[in-house]
Protein backbone atom coordinates (compact mmCIF):
# COMPACT_ATOMS: atom_id res chain seq x y z
CA UNK A 1 0.00 0.00 0.00
CA UNK A 2 1.63 3.31 -0.74
CA UNK A 3 1.85 5.77 1.89
CA UNK A 4 -1.22 8.09 2.66
CA UNK A 5 -0.95 11.83 0.79
CA UNK A 6 -0.28 14.46 3.73
CA UNK A 7 -2.80 16.34 5.07
CA UNK A 8 -3.75 20.14 4.39
CA UNK A 9 -3.74 20.65 8.11
CA UNK A 10 -2.47 17.44 9.81
CA UNK A 11 -3.37 18.81 13.45
CA UNK A 12 -6.79 18.89 12.33
CA UNK A 13 -6.83 15.33 10.44
CA UNK A 14 -8.45 12.26 12.82
CA UNK A 15 -7.05 9.13 12.51
CA UNK A 16 -9.66 7.61 9.78
CA UNK A 17 -7.93 10.34 7.36
CA UNK A 18 -11.41 13.13 8.16
CA UNK A 19 -11.18 16.50 8.76
CA UNK A 20 -12.19 17.59 11.75
CA UNK A 21 -11.84 21.26 12.12
CA UNK A 22 -10.19 23.50 14.91
CA UNK A 23 -12.51 25.44 17.34
CA UNK A 24 -11.96 29.13 16.98
CA UNK A 25 -10.04 30.42 20.03
CA UNK A 26 -11.39 33.97 20.79
CA UNK A 27 -14.92 33.93 21.97
CA UNK A 28 -15.14 37.54 23.73
CA UNK A 29 -18.63 39.11 22.75
CA UNK A 30 -19.11 42.56 21.97
CA UNK A 31 -22.02 43.98 23.80
CA UNK A 32 -24.18 47.28 23.39
CA UNK A 33 -25.37 47.36 27.09
CA UNK A 34 -23.56 49.60 29.35
CA UNK A 35 -20.59 49.02 31.51
CA UNK A 36 -19.52 45.80 28.52
CA UNK A 37 -16.44 44.96 28.57
CA UNK A 38 -16.22 45.74 25.01
CA UNK A 39 -18.70 48.17 24.19
CA UNK A 40 -20.51 48.51 20.87
CA UNK A 41 -19.64 51.83 19.72
CA UNK A 42 -18.40 53.03 16.26
CA UNK A 43 -14.53 53.17 15.59
CA UNK A 44 -13.07 51.13 18.31
CA UNK A 45 -13.12 47.64 16.22
CA UNK A 46 -11.18 46.34 13.11
CA UNK A 47 -12.22 43.45 10.72
CA UNK A 48 -9.48 41.39 9.03
CA UNK A 49 -10.69 39.08 6.34
CA UNK A 50 -10.03 37.15 3.25
CA UNK A 51 -12.19 37.85 0.30
CA UNK A 52 -11.86 34.47 -0.67
CA UNK A 53 -12.81 32.53 2.61
CA UNK A 54 -16.34 31.72 2.95
CA UNK A 55 -16.60 32.44 6.57
CA UNK A 56 -15.12 35.71 6.49
CA UNK A 57 -17.18 36.70 3.36
CA UNK A 58 -20.28 36.39 5.79
CA UNK A 59 -18.86 39.14 8.33
CA UNK A 60 -18.19 41.19 4.53
CA UNK A 61 -21.83 40.90 3.36
CA UNK A 62 -22.89 41.87 7.05
CA UNK A 63 -20.94 44.79 7.30
CA UNK A 64 -22.22 45.75 3.45
CA UNK A 65 -25.60 45.72 4.67
CA UNK A 66 -25.54 46.79 8.14
CA UNK A 67 -24.40 49.85 6.75
CA UNK A 68 -21.24 49.50 9.39
CA UNK A 69 -18.49 50.32 6.66
CA UNK A 70 -17.93 53.80 8.62
CA UNK A 71 -17.87 52.31 12.11
CA UNK A 72 -15.63 49.10 11.69
CA UNK A 73 -12.45 49.41 9.72
CA UNK A 74 -11.36 46.74 7.50
CA UNK A 75 -8.05 44.83 6.22
CA UNK A 76 -8.26 42.14 2.93
CA UNK A 77 -5.05 39.78 3.66
CA UNK A 78 -3.71 38.27 0.30
CA UNK A 79 -5.52 35.52 -1.00
CA UNK A 80 -2.72 33.24 -1.45
CA UNK A 81 -2.26 31.76 2.00
CA UNK A 82 1.53 30.17 2.58
CA UNK A 83 3.76 28.46 5.09
CA UNK A 84 3.68 31.86 6.85
CA UNK A 85 0.14 31.97 6.80
CA UNK A 86 -2.16 34.88 5.86
CA UNK A 87 0.08 38.15 4.50
CA UNK A 88 -1.48 41.47 4.63
CA UNK A 89 0.22 44.42 1.89
CA UNK A 90 -1.88 46.19 -0.71
CA UNK A 91 -1.94 44.41 -3.93
CA UNK A 92 -5.27 43.63 -6.22
CA UNK A 93 -7.94 43.65 -4.00
CA UNK A 94 -6.10 43.22 -0.76
CA UNK A 95 -5.20 45.85 1.50
CA UNK A 96 -2.39 47.15 4.07
CA UNK A 97 -3.56 46.85 7.79
CA UNK A 98 -3.92 50.83 9.12
CA UNK A 99 -4.48 50.22 12.85
CA UNK A 100 -1.12 47.71 13.69
CA UNK A 101 0.77 47.58 10.87
CA UNK A 102 1.11 44.27 10.56
CA UNK A 103 2.72 42.09 7.89
CA UNK A 104 1.14 38.96 8.86
CA UNK A 105 -2.38 37.89 10.73
CA UNK A 106 -0.37 35.91 12.74
CA UNK A 107 1.26 38.89 14.39
CA UNK A 108 -2.98 39.31 15.66
CA UNK A 109 -2.68 36.00 17.00
CA UNK A 110 0.80 36.67 18.77
CA UNK A 111 -0.25 39.77 20.39
CA UNK A 112 -3.65 38.52 21.90
CA UNK A 113 -2.48 34.98 22.99
CA UNK A 114 1.63 35.03 23.08
CA UNK A 115 2.93 31.26 21.74
CA UNK A 116 -0.50 30.98 20.23
CA UNK A 117 0.46 27.88 17.98
CA UNK A 118 -3.18 26.94 16.25
CA UNK A 119 -3.88 27.66 12.87
CA UNK A 120 -4.40 31.22 12.28
CA UNK A 121 -7.66 31.80 10.51
CA UNK A 122 -9.84 34.58 9.00
CA UNK A 123 -12.43 36.79 10.25
CA UNK A 124 -10.94 38.31 13.15
CA UNK A 125 -12.90 41.17 14.94
CA UNK A 126 -9.55 43.49 16.68
CA UNK A 127 -10.46 45.39 19.50
CA UNK A 128 -7.60 48.75 19.21
CA UNK A 129 -8.48 50.26 22.81
CA UNK A 130 -7.10 46.40 24.36
CA UNK A 131 -5.32 45.77 21.77
CA UNK A 132 -6.07 41.79 20.97
CA UNK A 133 -8.47 39.89 19.39
CA UNK A 134 -12.24 40.07 20.66
CA UNK A 135 -13.43 36.98 18.46
CA UNK A 136 -12.54 35.49 15.16
CA UNK A 137 -15.71 33.28 15.05
CA UNK A 138 -17.63 34.45 12.09
CA UNK A 139 -20.83 32.60 13.77
CA UNK A 140 -20.43 35.26 16.42
CA UNK A 141 -19.35 37.99 14.71
CA UNK A 142 -21.95 38.42 12.22
CA UNK A 143 -24.83 37.96 14.80
CA UNK A 144 -22.73 40.83 17.10
CA UNK A 145 -22.95 42.99 13.69
CA UNK A 146 -26.54 42.31 13.35
CA UNK A 147 -27.63 43.26 17.04
CA UNK A 148 -25.22 44.57 19.19
CA UNK A 149 -24.14 47.60 16.46
CA UNK A 150 -27.72 49.05 16.14
CA UNK A 151 -26.81 52.47 17.33
CA UNK A 152 -23.75 52.97 14.95
CA UNK A 153 -25.69 50.78 11.81
CA UNK A 154 -27.87 51.95 8.87
CA UNK A 155 -31.42 52.08 10.82
CA UNK A 156 -32.82 51.21 8.38
CA UNK A 157 -31.05 47.89 7.37
CA UNK A 158 -32.50 44.79 8.07
CA UNK A 159 -32.29 42.33 11.34
CA UNK A 160 -31.39 38.96 9.89
CA UNK A 161 -31.84 37.18 12.98
CA UNK A 162 -35.09 38.13 14.69
CA UNK A 163 -35.89 36.70 18.81
CA UNK A 164 -38.65 34.90 17.00
CA UNK A 165 -36.51 33.05 14.56
CA UNK A 166 -33.47 32.44 16.20
CA UNK A 167 -34.21 29.07 17.29
CA UNK A 168 -35.73 27.73 13.73
CA UNK A 169 -32.73 29.66 12.57
CA UNK A 170 -30.38 28.27 14.44
CA UNK A 171 -31.65 24.67 13.82
CA UNK A 172 -31.19 25.48 9.84
CA UNK A 173 -27.93 26.55 10.54
CA UNK A 174 -26.67 23.55 12.68
CA UNK A 175 -27.64 20.89 9.65
CA UNK A 176 -26.54 23.53 6.69
CA UNK A 177 -23.30 23.72 8.80
CA UNK A 178 -22.19 20.22 9.47
CA UNK A 179 -23.10 18.83 5.94
CA UNK A 180 -22.54 22.05 3.49
CA UNK A 181 -20.56 24.71 5.05
CA UNK A 182 -18.15 22.16 6.32
CA UNK A 183 -18.89 19.38 4.39
CA UNK A 184 -17.05 20.47 1.57
CA UNK A 185 -14.08 20.93 3.69
CA UNK A 186 -14.55 17.44 5.02
CA UNK A 187 -14.82 15.84 1.41
CA UNK A 188 -11.93 18.19 0.08
CA UNK A 189 -9.42 17.33 3.17
CA UNK A 190 -10.32 13.94 3.87
CA UNK A 191 -6.94 12.00 3.12
CA UNK A 192 -8.60 8.34 2.86
CA UNK A 193 -11.44 7.26 0.44
CA UNK A 194 -14.15 6.24 3.12
CA UNK A 195 -13.60 9.79 5.02
CA UNK A 196 -14.44 11.41 1.78
CA UNK A 197 -16.92 9.16 0.47
CA UNK A 198 -19.08 9.50 4.22
CA UNK A 199 -18.55 13.27 3.81
CA UNK A 200 -19.65 13.52 0.18
CA UNK A 201 -22.64 11.63 0.91
CA UNK A 202 -23.76 13.77 3.40
CA UNK A 203 -23.06 17.34 1.54
CA UNK A 204 -25.24 15.67 -1.49
CA UNK A 205 -27.91 14.39 0.73
CA UNK A 206 -28.00 18.17 2.37
CA UNK A 207 -28.22 19.65 -0.90
CA UNK A 208 -30.83 17.34 -1.92
CA UNK A 209 -33.08 18.15 0.72
CA UNK A 210 -32.25 21.95 0.61
CA UNK A 211 -33.22 22.06 -2.75
CA UNK A 212 -36.37 20.47 -2.28
CA UNK A 213 -37.02 22.86 0.75
CA UNK A 214 -36.32 25.83 -1.84
CA UNK A 215 -38.74 24.29 -4.23
CA UNK A 216 -41.88 25.45 -1.30
CA UNK A 217 -39.69 28.83 0.11
CA UNK A 218 -38.55 31.67 -1.95
CA UNK A 219 -35.71 31.80 1.34
CA UNK A 220 -34.58 29.18 3.54
CA UNK A 221 -37.53 30.27 6.45
CA UNK A 222 -40.03 31.60 3.96
CA UNK A 223 -40.21 35.19 2.61
CA UNK A 224 -37.40 37.41 4.14
CA UNK A 225 -33.86 36.63 4.07
CA UNK A 226 -32.44 35.04 7.64
CA UNK A 227 -29.19 34.55 8.63
CA UNK A 228 -29.72 31.07 7.74
CA UNK A 229 -29.31 31.90 3.82
CA UNK A 230 -26.57 33.94 3.94
CA UNK A 231 -24.15 31.37 6.33
CA UNK A 232 -25.53 29.54 2.64
CA UNK A 233 -24.72 32.08 0.29
CA UNK A 234 -21.35 31.73 0.82
CA UNK A 235 -20.64 28.25 0.17
CA UNK A 236 -23.01 27.89 -2.77
CA UNK A 237 -21.26 30.94 -4.85
CA UNK A 238 -17.98 28.61 -4.18
CA UNK A 239 -18.81 25.91 -4.88
CA UNK A 240 -19.31 25.31 -8.57
CA UNK A 241 -15.60 27.42 -9.26
CA UNK A 242 -13.79 25.90 -6.45
CA UNK A 243 -15.26 22.46 -4.66
CA UNK A 244 -16.68 20.72 -7.56
CA UNK A 245 -12.86 20.28 -9.07
CA UNK A 246 -10.79 21.44 -5.98
CA UNK A 247 -12.80 19.16 -3.71
CA UNK A 248 -13.70 16.57 -5.29
CA UNK A 249 -17.58 17.08 -4.77
CA UNK A 250 -18.76 16.59 -8.56
CA UNK A 251 -22.29 14.50 -7.82
CA UNK A 252 -23.65 17.67 -9.61
CA UNK A 253 -22.75 21.25 -9.51
CA UNK A 254 -25.47 23.99 -8.16
CA UNK A 255 -25.91 24.86 -11.61
CA UNK A 256 -27.57 21.62 -11.96
CA UNK A 257 -30.33 22.12 -9.08
CA UNK A 258 -33.74 23.78 -10.30
CA UNK A 259 -33.98 25.79 -7.25
CA UNK A 260 -30.97 25.98 -5.31
CA UNK A 261 -29.23 27.66 -8.72
CA UNK A 262 -32.34 30.49 -8.71
CA UNK A 263 -31.96 31.03 -4.98
CA UNK A 264 -28.37 31.64 -5.12
CA UNK A 265 -28.88 34.14 -7.92
CA UNK A 266 -31.73 35.65 -5.57
CA UNK A 267 -29.99 36.11 -3.47
CA UNK A 268 -26.25 37.21 -5.77
CA UNK A 269 -28.43 40.05 -7.30
CA UNK A 270 -29.83 41.22 -3.73
CA UNK A 271 -28.40 45.16 -3.53
CA UNK A 272 -25.12 45.49 -2.31
CA UNK A 273 -23.73 41.47 -2.09
CA UNK A 274 -22.67 41.58 -5.47
CA UNK A 275 -19.38 43.40 -4.90
CA UNK A 276 -18.90 41.72 -2.06
CA UNK A 277 -18.00 38.65 -4.03
CA UNK A 278 -14.28 38.26 -6.06
CA UNK A 279 -13.68 35.53 -7.46
CA UNK A 280 -9.95 35.89 -8.48
CA UNK A 281 -9.49 35.99 -5.26
CA UNK A 282 -11.84 32.92 -4.25
CA UNK A 283 -9.95 31.10 -7.33
CA UNK A 284 -6.62 32.11 -6.47
CA UNK A 285 -6.59 31.33 -2.94
CA UNK A 286 -7.96 27.44 -2.70
CA UNK A 287 -6.26 26.34 -6.27
CA UNK A 288 -2.87 27.97 -4.93
CA UNK A 289 -2.99 27.48 -1.51
CA UNK A 290 -3.38 23.91 -0.96
CA UNK A 291 -0.81 22.05 -2.73
CA UNK A 292 -1.26 19.00 -1.64
CA UNK A 293 -4.52 19.07 -3.61
CA UNK A 294 -3.51 20.83 -7.23
CA UNK A 295 0.26 20.44 -6.75
CA UNK A 296 0.77 22.38 -9.59
CA UNK A 297 -1.21 25.26 -8.43
CA UNK A 298 -2.93 25.75 -11.73
CA UNK A 299 -6.14 27.84 -11.38
CA UNK A 300 -8.65 26.76 -13.87
CA UNK A 301 -10.35 29.72 -16.24
CA UNK A 302 -13.80 28.18 -16.11
CA UNK A 303 -16.54 27.57 -14.85
CA UNK A 304 -18.85 30.12 -16.88
CA UNK A 305 -21.37 31.47 -14.08
CA UNK A 306 -24.60 33.73 -15.28
CA UNK A 307 -25.46 34.65 -11.70
CA UNK A 308 -27.43 37.94 -13.16
CA UNK A 309 -29.75 35.93 -15.35
CA UNK A 310 -33.36 36.42 -14.11
CA UNK A 311 -33.85 33.93 -10.87
CA UNK A 312 -37.66 33.67 -11.53
CA UNK A 313 -38.66 33.40 -7.49
CA UNK A 314 -40.41 36.14 -6.97
CA UNK A 315 -43.50 34.78 -6.93
CA UNK A 316 -42.92 31.67 -4.95
CA UNK A 317 -44.87 30.65 -2.15
CA UNK A 318 -42.92 31.28 1.06
CA UNK A 319 -44.82 28.91 3.70
CA UNK A 320 -47.12 26.14 3.10
Not at 160 to 175: G, H, M, R, T, Y
Not at 212 to 228: F, K, N, P, S
Request: glycine share 6%; with cysteine; charged share 25%.
Amino acid sequence: MPDAPPAAFPREQAQDGSFERQASRFRDWVQAEPGAAYPAVGGRYHLYVSLACPWAHRTIIYRRLKGLEDAISMTIVDPERDEHGWAIAEGPGNTPDPVNGFAWLSDAYEASAPGFDGRVTVPVLWDTVTGRIVNNESADIIRMFDREFAAVADPNAPVFCPPELEDEIDEVNAAVYAHVNNGVYRAGFATTQSAYENAFRDLFAALDTLDRRLGQLRYLLGDRITEADWRLFTTLVRFDPVYVGHFKCNLRRIADYPNLAGYLRDLYQQPKVAETVNFNHIKRHYYRTHPTINPNRIVPVGPHMNLVAPHGREALATRG
